[in-house]
Each structure stands twice: as C-alpha cells, then as structure tokens.
C-alpha cells in the first residue's frame, strides 16, 4: 500500500530499493526555505543493514503490511530455535541470528508473534517483557543504597544486566526484551 512520506512511522515496514527495511526511527523537518521532508533510518529486515533516507513529503513510499502469527517456543538444537503454529500446529524452525539478541529471552512453551511476508518469517516479536531470576548478584555496600546507583547482575538465562543496590541473587526481575534491561522486582 502506498502512503505519503509524513505518514511514516516508527516500527513500520517499507520496500525500498528492493530490499525490505523496518523503519527505527523518523523526524518530520520542516527548514525555513524548501520543502518538508522526512528524515528516516532504517534498517533491512534480512541482512541487518542500515540506511538513513530522506523523502520529501510528496513522495509516497511502498507500505508492506506483515501477517503476524501466534507460536509457541518450544526448544533451542544448536543455532535452531524452534517454534509451532498455535492454530495450524505447523511446525517452524528459525535460526538464532533471524531472533537475534532477544533470543536469549526465548523460554519454553512462550508465545511470540512471527512476522510472515509471503508466508516467509521475517521477524520474531517476544513479549515486552520477562520475569528472570537474578543467580548472581554483588553484595549491598553500606551507603549506596541511599542513592540511585547500580550494580552488575546475572540472569538465569546468563546475561549480565544492571540492578539496583537492593536487588540480591534469588530475586526474581522483570526484564524489558527489547533492550535487556530492569524494569522492576517480580511480584
């Protein structure tokens, strides 16, 4: 579908020179002699390459919309993430560098929504966030818990976030899986 150029948002997916691209981030300029543009940066939903483009708001730019489906993770073979189709039962084998980095949140019988365009996945979107249990965590030093201050932690699936002073080893974490940082203490 085509759109105009004012109209693109972040997060959208827009075919471009061939290649597909998720649009990371986007500002409207209006300079005081010329037209308006949009200023973009995207980045290719295949290879992970990175474009910033300039459209002028008359330009209109080619929206693809992706079919998102519900699947259920069920386990990690090697480099293999595999995952089923919660109304079909289809199963659907991905790789960890497709997931990327937000592979490591990835827990059994989780649902994700997978992106299909042209019935190929494109993209896994996982929940916004996770509870994890800090394993290991540097004692509390006198003092700085008075103020806002962080310290070094390991999660049950082994990364190391930062926490605040107060949080111990045993606790568990909601953990933003965008960015794999603390959020808060689990209830």
């Known amino acids: 579908m085509k759109i105009s150029a004012n109209e693109i948002r972040v997060g959208d997916v827009l075919e471009c020179n061939d290649k597909l691209w ?8 209006k300079p005081g002699k010329g037209g308006a543009f949009a200023q973009t940066e995207m980045k290719a939903l295949k290879d992970g390459q990175r474009l ?20 259920q993770f069920l386990y990690r073979d090697g480099n293999d993430l595999h995952f089923m189709n919660q109304l079909t039962f289809d199963p659907l084998q991905l790789s960890t560098e497709m997931v990327g ?16 365009y042209e019935n190929n996945p494109i993209s896994v979107k996982l929940p916004p966030s996770v509870v994890l249990e800090i394993v290991e965590a540097d004692p509390v030093v006198k003092g700085q818990t008075a103020t806002s201050s962080y310290k070094p932690a390991v999660l049950s699936n082994g990364l190391k976030i930062m926490v605040p002073q107060h ?8 953990v933003n899986t965008s960015d794999g940082t ?3 203490r689990a209830k």
């Open 101 to 116: 980095d937000s592979a490591a949140f990835l827990e059994n019988e989780m649902v994700v929504k997978v992106c299909m």
């Open 182 to 184: 603390y959020v808060e």
């Open 167 to 174: 949080i111990e080893a045993g606790t568990k974490v909601v």
């Open 52 to 71: 910033n483009e300039r459209f002028r708001t008359v330009d209109t730019v080619e929206k693809v919309f992706l079919e998102e489906l519900d699947y």
């Open 22 to 29: 998720v649009v990371l981030k986007v500002q409207n300029v």
